[in-house]
């Protein structure tokens, strides 16, 4: 996740269970959301620098309750568990600016016997059963709840760092075609949409005259400000009542 997101942001974690990836991200505000009273508790006792709430990512109410905006919100295994994508990514808009990421982070299920088999034998943490949704799925999703994805990667081709042989292959082995259909996770980076729609862009209006020595102060006047930066060009188109000399001079 320390390549999507750097040292230092302010970082909203739904579905943070222990907290582990939270502080391990060095956050300059970490929030961490989960249903778990167990898992908030703690959470809080390990790290007690953050922010930890026992509360549901799919509950509207929440979303009053804590203060943005935030830098990433990240979703690292929640996605699959929720009963109503759409919705619940619908809801983050306002905790987002035009820079706010979405990172979204989830486990192929051509690994789910390898990863049921690690649960059984204690090095993995029991996890509920969730929804295995398709790449195509995830974008489709993404773009009914306003979202635009800006960046999909694959990674992990070796889930353990294995004396720094782990690190070596998922660094330079994994991304590599074909190899990396193969990895354990999937990331998917995206930002707002209607965020982007809220921006206002600078706007040049163009406006053409002749013959409009009396005009054009009127019409500077009753042009509305319908953008934080407005340029007004007006193009003289060879008047004979003196349009361009009287005004330049004033």
Not at 29 to 58: C, Q
Not at 159 to 183: D, E, M, S, T, W
Request: net charge neutral.
């Amino acid at each position: 996740m320390r390549f999507l997101i750097s040292a230092g942001a302010r970082v909203l974690d739904l579905g943070c269970g222990t907290g582990d990836l939270l502080a391990a991200l060095e956050p300059s505000l970490g929030v961490g959301i989960d249903l778990s009273p167990a898992m908030i508790d703690r959470a809080r006792s390990k790290y007690p620098d953050l922010k930890f709430y026992i509360l549901d990512t799919e509950d509207d109410a929440f979303l009053e309750t804590i203060e943005g905006p935030f830098d990433y919100i990240v979703l690292s295994d929640t996605i699959g568990l929720l009963d109503d994508i759409e919705t619940a990514l619908g809801g983050l808009h306002r905790l987002c600016t035009a820079e706010t990421r979405l990172v979204i982070a989830y486990y192929s299920h051509i690994w789910e016997p390898l990863l049921w088999a690690a649960t059984r034998v204690k090095m993995r943490m029991p996890q509920p059963p969730v929804n295995f949704i398709s790449n195509t799925d995830f974008l489709n999703i993404l773009d009914l709840s306003d979202f635009e994805a800006v960046r999909t990667e694959a990674r992990q081709l070796v889930p353990r760092k294995a004396f720094g042989l782990g690190r070596l292959v998922n660094r330079y082995i994994a991304p590599l075609p074909i190899i990396h259909k193969l990895c354990l996770r999937t990331y998917i980076v995206a930002r707002s949409r209607r965020i982007q729609a809220r921006r206002n862009a600078s706007v040049s209006v163009i406006i053409p005259c002749r013959n409009e020595r009396g005009n054009i102060e009127a019409a500077i006047e009753r042009l509305p400000r319908f953008a934080s930066r407005m340029e007004i060009v007006f193009v003289e188109g060879h008047s004979t009542d003196g349009t361009y000399i009287k005004n330049v001079s004033e």
